[in-house]
């Protein structure tokens, strides 16, 4: 079976910069596609990003994109999430889902992390 576990949160100030890890295990992060999302408290959940396999390509939320940035290291079987100019719309609980190969589909983000907190604010 294929786990996920993030790590990384934390509380950062407005502006500030975080990075968080997915780990993987069970399986070979080379063949999964590794999706980011979050919630925030009274929000329903967002989609961040998607990183289809190796070599794949990975899409940005509008909300994210030119601040966040993922990178998948399949050596150590983990992905992260580096997030910059981070705002206080920035906290919420972070995800990082799998399923297969793709983005999309019958399969996509049936596995998920357990989540780790992020908290922007001065």
């Known amino acids: 079976q294929v786990h996920l576990v993030e790590s990384g949160g934390g509380l950062v100030q407005p502006g500030g910069s975080l990075t968080l890890s997915c780990g993987v295990s069970?399986?070979?992060?080379?063949?999964?596609?590794i999706g980011w999302f979050r919630q925030a408290p009274g929000k329903e959940r967002e989609g961040l990003s998607c990183a289809s396999s190796s070599p794949g390509t990975t899409t940005y939320a509008d909300a994210v994109k030119g601040r966040f940035t993922v990178s998948r290291d399949n050596r150590q079987n983990t992905v992260y999430l580096y997030m910059n100019n981070l705002k206080s719309e920035d906290t919420a609980v972070y995800y990082c889902?799998?399923?297969?190969?793709?983005?999309?589909?019958?399969?996509?983000?049936?596995?998920w992390g357990q989540g780790t907190q992020v908290i922007v604010s001065s």
């Open positions: 069970g399986a070979s992060l080379e063949y999964y596609a």
């Open positions: 889902a799998t399923g297969g190969p793709y983005c999309s589909g019958p399969n996509a983000f049936d596995t």
